[in-house]
């Protein structure tokens, strides 16, 4: 219990002293005109409530990943909840904040663009596709698990392809309306679905006589056993994406910035959100281990019960009761059906800043749409599991690239740019040593010296063209005034 409740004071503490840190080494600046009223067009443009703003980016970054990616994540043990909770103050929250300020400060443009600005045209092409595949892959996945969690709640002639076509049918209208339409009115009904859920649970951890096995005391190895696939390095850091870091929250924040009223708010929408995600991360790695009795018995119960969904209604109705476990599990459906939607909205404006196309006439937002969804939905017959080992992959190749963006602009700027340079380069070690280690397909199944060496190698040569970069750049162009 002491560790956990520990980690929450962390999580909370770190948004007020480390936050402020990143919003004053980036310098925010409560006068400078934003583009939500420098850019209205009264669709993708448009000045909204702080708290909206807040929840539709909470909301859209939150998803699956801090569920179930924590339930399966908290298996590589007690470092699973350092990772948490370093990785959300030190890498995700400051990943968020900084690229959605990059976003603010070129009137909105999506990710790819001010990458792009960053570290030239190759880099600009790789994040167009790299983003539009990921957002892809995240709209078919997130109309696979809410669809099959809301089957297992409602009769039978409510079956899993019947909500698969309502939820399809939600996202292709929260693609082309406004984004005050749909998004700006059912976001806070969900997202006090989700609040429910993560209050409710961590009331019951705090409150209910629960002992919350974490184990420091059996050191830091992973707890799948020595199988020589699960390493905690760098397995975990993929696996817990969404609680930590995740490329795919950068891809979000420009939409977002595009409705924000004051830079001065940036802090907490996007910092902020990011902070609440790595809570509710922490909250069900704490849960999922407390209910199933420890790390031992999360592995046999995940080895007799079909996944993570089922653990996730078991906790619900267990710990909450079932009015309580109803909304919790309206909160864990929210949190996909949330994501999707704004996934393929992110998706239509990458293509359409891409592509310089107007996004304020409804046939062109169509135009742009049809395509997306015409990939998500071959996508949806694909097999989860396959689709989410290259979300996961894809997804921390994005961070790991838009941390090295955020990087280049914070030298442009003569700003302190090790505070995402050191991030820039644990996620590169990260997603490289994956790659050469990680069993086929998704990897090339390489030992651990190997992939181990190659990553290391990889990381010292980016920082030597980065520190060639820093001696040859042109004086100082002040991009932040």
Not at 51 to 71: R, S
Not at 353 to 370: A, F, N, T, W
Request: net charge positive; glycine share 10%.
């Amino acid at each position: 219990m002491t560790a956990f409740l520990i980690s929450l004071a962390v999580l909370v503490g770190g948004y007020f002293l480390y936050g402020l840190l990143a919003e004053k080494v980036f310098g925010t600046d409560p006068a400078r005109t934003m583009p939500a009223y420098s850019k209205t067009d009264g669709v993708d443009f448009m000045p909204m409530p702080t708290w909206k703003v807040f929840l539709i980016q909470f909301l859209n970054i939150a998803g699956l990943g801090p569920i179930f990616g924590a339930i399966m994540g908290v298996m590589y043990g007690p470092a699973a909840f350092i990772w948490i909770v370093a990785g959300t103050i030190f890498g995700g929250a400051v990943h968020d904040f900084i690229s959605a300020m990059m976003s603010i400060r070129s009137d909105g443009e999506s990710l790819p663009e001010l990458i792009g600005r960053q570290l030239g045209m190759p880099a600009r092409q790789i994040m167009r596709l790299l983003s539009i595949v990921l957002l892809v892959l995240v709209g078919a996945v997130f109309v696979i698990t809410p669809s099959n969690l809301m089957a297992s709640m409602t009769p039978g002639w409510a079956g899993t392809e019947f909500w698969m076509a309502v939820i399809f049918s939600y996202y292709l209208l929260a693609t082309l309306l406004p984004v005050d339409k749909l998004i700006g009115r059912f976001y806070p009904v969900f997202g006090f679905a989700l609040l429910f859920m993560a209050a409710g649970l961590s009331a019951v951890l705090i409150f209910g006589g629960h002992s919350i096995p974490v184990d420091f005391a059996g050191g830091f190895d992973s707890r799948y056993g020595n199988d020589g696939v699960h390493s905690v390095f760098p397995m975990m850091f993929v696996s817990i994406a969404c609680g930590a870091v995740s490329g795919f929250h950068a891809t979000q924040s420009p939409m977002m910035a595009r409705c924000l009223k004051n830079e001065k708010l940036a802090r907490p929408v996007f910092y902020g959100a990011m902070v609440a995600e790595g809570i509710v991360a922490l909250i069900w790695a704490a849960a999922a281990i407390t209910f199933t009795g420890g790390y031992d018995g999360l592995r046999e119960y995940m080895a007799t019960h079909n996944g993570a969904g089922d653990l996730v209604h078991d906790i619900s109705v267990g710990w909450l009761g079932t009015v309580g476990g109803i909304l919790a599990i309206l909160g864990v459906v929210a949190a996909p059906v949330t994501t999707g939607d704004t996934a393929l909205r992110s998706a239509r404006l990458i293509v359409a800043d891409m592509l310089h196309i107007s996004q304020k006439p409804l046939l062109k937002r169509l135009l742009v749409s049809l395509p997306l969804f015409a990939g998500a939905f071959i996508l949806m017959m694909i097999d989860f599991n396959i689709l989410w080992r290259y979300f996961a992959w894809t997804n921390q190749c994005l961070a790991a690239i838009t941390l090295w963006g955020c990087t280049v602009f914070l030298a442009r700027a003569g700003r302190a740019y090790v505070l995402t340079l050191l991030p820039a380069m644990f996620m590169t070690a990260v997603v490289v040593c994956y790659i050469f280690f990680a069993p086929h397909p998704e990897g090339f199944g390489l030992g651990m010296p190997v992939a181990a060496s190659i990553a290391a190698a990889t990381v010292v040569l980016a920082t030597a063209m980065f520190a060639l970069w820093l001696r040859r750049r042109p004086a100082l162009s002040r991009q932040l005034s």
